[in-house]
C-alpha cells in the first residue's frame, strides 16, 4: 500500500488561501485515486475532493465547489489541494486518501490508505 503524508496547513485569515500538498511513497502512485476529507472537531470526517488517476476526472463537496482545486503531479508523486476564498467554517484537520481504482470514489470507507492530517485553521 501507498503511504501519505500532508503538509502545508497552518493559521490563516478568512477570505485567504492556502495550498495542501499530500507526497506519497511505497507504490506506483498513478494507480491511485487520490481524495481529500477533513474533520472538524467534535464532527463526522467528510468529504472535500477526489481526482482521478491521471488527473482528468475531479469530484468537489458543494460546500467547496469554485474555491477548492484538486490536483496532482504523478512525476512528483503528490497531490495537492489550492484551497481559495476560505472561511472560518472550512476550519479542520485534513488528510489525502488512497484507492487502488478507477472510479472516483467519494466515501471515506472506500479508501485504503490515510495521512496523518495536517491542521487548517482560518479566522474570523
Known amino acids: 500500500q501507498v503511504q501519505l503524508v500532508e503538509s502545508g496547513g497552518g493559521l490563516v485569515q478568512a477570505g485567504g488561501s492556502l495550498r495542501v500538498s499530500c507526497a506519497a511513497s511505497g507504490d506506483i502512485f498513478r494507480t491511485y485515486v487520490m481524495g481529500w476529507f477533513r474533520q472538524a472537531p467534535g464532527k463526522e470526517r467528510e468529504f472535500v475532493a477526489a481526482i482521478s488517476r491521471f488527473g482528468a476526472t475531479t469530484r468537489y463537496a458543494d460546500s467547496v465547489k469554485g474555491r477548492f482545486t484538486i490536483s496532482r503531479d504523478n512525476a512528483r508523486n503528490t497531490v495537492y489541494l489550492q484551497m481559495n476564498s476560505l472561511k472560518p467554517e472550512d476550519t479542520a484537520n485534513y488528510y489525502c486518501?488512497?484507492?487502488?481504482?478507477?472510479?472516483?470514489?467519494?466515501?471515506?470507507?472506500?479508501?485504503?490508505?490515510w495521512g496523518q492530517g495536517t491542521q487548517v485553521t482560518v479566522s474570523s
Open positions: 486518501a488512497a484507492r487502488r481504482t478507477s472510479d472516483v470514489v467519494i466515501t471515506a470507507r472506500e479508501y485504503d490508505s
